[in-house]
């Protein structure tokens, strides 16, 4: 082998190494998409700019052509990048949405429809809710916990979808005791008009404050299908429980959102 082979062989290991495939269980072109990915959604690579080349993205991560075309068809099925031919693949328009939970806390004012409808569309989103389940159910042993309840005992299940743009982008599962619900609204297979803020709020349980728990999951296959998830995109999943006056939980839910197309803002 001469110098130049064994310089070249050398750049190839570094690259390899600043890609961290020798430590991961990730294909290559997966953790060349990931680190695109993140570029993108940070706005290292803003809207209509130009990806590095492939002949740059070889040479940067020690990878064959064929894996750096894998990587940009994967960052194209989730809507980040399209190709031109001759030209590149350039950055798409974002299509992820910024939400803010505190400014659908409160339940909607009378004839209003649900808060988080409503700040969607405020953001110029096409947003809409399908319901998909109601019944008495036992919870998760999380939600269970925070709801007090022992072992074998029910709550009441409001699940839906709630989705930006014709695209779902939250699968939402909220629990409530059947104390309160049952002989209610929210035991009915139907829509509750303003949400079922409102409808607790005028039977005397407003929202007093909230608490969230956040982590990243990789979602089961149920919320793949659910959301429409492309690839091996994580999910953003957050476990909330609403108190009422006298700190009575009142509900309990967890939401479980589509990364690429969603982003929650908090402030304190």
């Not at 096409?126 to 916990?145: F, G, K």
């Not at 956040?214 to 959301?227: D, G, N, S």
């Not at 509900?251 to 197309?261: C, F, I, N, P, R």
Request: overall charge negative.
């Amino acid at each position: 082998m001469t110098d130049q082979d064994d310089a070249k062989a050398q750049a190839k290991a570094e690259a390899l190494e600043r890609l961290g495939a020798n430590e991961s269980s990730w294909a290559q072109h997966e953790l060349v998409a990931n680190y695109l990915r993140y570029g993108i959604l940070t706005g290292d690579y803003p809207p209509g700019s130009k990806l590095p080349s492939t002949p740059k993205l070889v040479e940067l991560y020690g990878v064959a052509p064929q894996t750096i075309k894998n990587a940009n068809d994967m960052l194209a099925d989730e809507g980040l990048v399209r190709s031109q031919r001759g030209s590149g693949i350039f950055v798409q328009p974002h299509r992820q949405q910024t939400l803010v939970p505190a400014k659908y806390k409160q339940p909607a004012e009378p004839g209003e429809t649900y808060r988080w409808l409503d700040e969607a569309g405020k953001q110029g989103a096409q947003a809409a809710s399908t319901l998909l389940d109601v019944e008495e159910v036992e919870p998760p042993a999380d939600v269970a916990e925070a709801l007090g309840l022992a072992k074998e005992e029910v709550a009441v299940l409001r699940a839906q979808v709630l989705s930006i743009n014709g695209e779902p982008a939250e699968l939402v599962r909220s629990y409530y005791p059947v104390a309160i619900a049952r002989g209610t609204q929210i035991t009915e297979m139907k829509k509750i008009k303003g949400g079922t803020p409102r409808l607790l709020a005028d039977m005397g349980y407003p929202p007093v404050r909230c608490v969230d728990k956040l982590m990243a999951i990789l979602p089961t296959p149920e919320q793949v299908k659910a959301l429409r998830m492309p690839g091996k995109l994580p999910a953003l999943r957050t476990l909330r429980v609403v108190y009422s006056n006298d700190d009575r939980i009142i509900e309990v839910t967890e939401m479980v959102k589509a990364s690429h197309l969603y982003a929650v803002e908090y402030e304190f």
